[in-house]
């Protein structure tokens, strides 16, 4: 397809626009119907073109990991459906590059820019009732700036509050966020566990990687 956008990505989504069913005994249940919902959302896209300015890893065909506004339908004040804004035509969208988090090569999810991934811990303090450890988490993800100050994936790491969002990803529900959100790297104890719902494992009705 002879598609080129002169600063954004070109994509189609990996499936449907949303991920709103699941296979229950061989039929789909739709599990949400509200299309302005942000968590039914695909965030899964195919690169069908990259920019014509600026340099970039990322090859036509990678599948990657996008902001869940691309996709996303809305409701005007007349009630009636609208595209978003990244709307290109037919099932192509515009995705800038501050819009994608992660892309897939040879099989392995690589974080893109200043984007980084955390997967949550257990909490190991049985008065507290929340299961994971606030603001704490395991790097999954990192990017060239944290290997430069020497923070790799296994690390544990300490994020600010409210610089995260989540995301599914094959299954594990991890943290996005950008590299001057993490502001510690604790000594590894060895009894840290990584936390993740049950519901992620399933899906959860939001994205897993392919």
Same mark, same amino acid.
């Given at each position: 397809?002879d =598609?080129?956008a ?9 499936g449907?626009?949303?991920n709103?069913? =699941?296979?229950?005994? !061989? ?8 299309i302005? %919902?942000?968590?039914?959302v695909?965030?899964?896209?195919e690169v069908?073109?990259? +920019? ?6 990322i090859?036509?065909?990678d599948?990657?990991v ?8 809305f409701y005007?004040?007349? !009630?009636?459906?609208k595209?978003s804004?990244?709307?290109? #035509?037919?099932? @192509?969208?515009f995705?800038s +590059?501050?819009?994608?988090y992660?892309? #897939? ?5 690589n974080s893109? &820019? ?5 997967? +949550?811990i257990?909490?190991?303090?049985q ?5 994971e450890?606030?603001h ?5 993800y ?6 430069? @100050? ?13 610089? /995260?969002? /989540? ?20 000594e ?5 566990? /990584?936390y993740n719902?049950s519901w992620?494992e %399933?899906?959860? &009705?939001i994205?897993k990687? %392919?």
């Open positions: 397809m =598609v080129t002169v600063f954004d990505f070109i994509i189609k989504p990996v449907s626009r949303y709103n069913s =699941v296979d229950v005994d !061989g039929k789909q249940l739709i599990t949400n119907t509200r302005e %919902s942000f968590k039914s695909n965030k899964l896209a069908v073109a990259v +920019p014509l300015f600026g340099e970039t890893d090859k036509v065909g599948v990657i996008i902001h869940h506004n691309v996709f996303r339908r005007d004040i007349k !009630g009636r459906q595209n804004r990244s709307y290109f #035509k037919e099932d @192509l969208y995705c +590059p501050d819009q994608i992660l892309y #897939k090569r040879d099989n392995k999810w893109y &820019g200043d984007r980084c991934f955390v997967m +949550p257990k909490n190991k303090d008065f507290k009732l929340s299961k450890q606030k704490i988490g395991i790097l999954k990192g990017n060239e700036s944290l290997n430069g @100050l020497e923070i790799i994936p296994g690390d544990v790491v300490g994020y600010k509050p409210y610089s /995260e969002f /989540e995301f599914i990803i094959d299954g594990q529900r991890l943290y996005c966020m950008k590299s001057n959100d993490i502001v510690i790297k604790y590894y104890k060895g009894d840290e566990a /990584e719902p992620a %399933s899906g959860g &009705g994205n990687g %392919s």
